[in-house]
């Protein structure tokens, strides 16, 4: 599996950003694909992940509430809805695919996507 991730950019704090990634290859319904995100310096960290079959989503506390993730088998891609942008939010922001379930580790996660940068300015 391939994926390319997009939609990242600068945005004033209280404003919304939508990220993308889009996988080639297959997908399979026991996969859980991921977005993570990281900053200079640190570890890259779990953001938001849903099992790609029945679509159960999970959230780290930090974004919960204002961040949305969802899939569209159809079209095999990956999203990331983001509302209510904080400073603290700013970061390369990584789509990933997992073949062993749901985990908030990276390393458990097989494919990456390349990052993409959300910069949200205070």
């Known amino acids: 599996v391939q994926l390319q991730a997009s939609g990242g950019g600068l945005v004033q704090a209280g404003g919304s950003l939508r990220l993308s990634c889009q996988a080639s290859?297959?997908?399979?319904?026991?996969?859980?694909m991921g977005w993570f995100r990281q900053t200079p310096g640190k570890e890259r960290e779990f953001v938001a992940a849903?099992?790609?079959?029945?679509?159960?989503?999970y959230y780290a506390d930090s974004v919960k509430g204002r961040f949305t993730i969802s899939r569209s088998t159809a079209k095999n891609a990956l999203y990331l809805q983001m509302n209510s942008l904080k400073p603290e939010d700013t970061a390369d922001y990584y789509c990933?695919?997992?073949?062993?379930?749901?985990?908030?580790?990276?390393?458990?996660?097989?494919?990456w996507g390349q990052g993409t940068l959300v910069t949200v300015s205070s």
């Open positions: 990933a695919t997992s073949r062993s379930g749901l985990s908030y580790t990276s390393t458990a996660y097989d494919y």
């Open positions: 849903i099992r790609w079959g029945v679509g159960n989503t």
């Open positions: 290859g297959r997908v399979f319904s026991s996969h859980v």
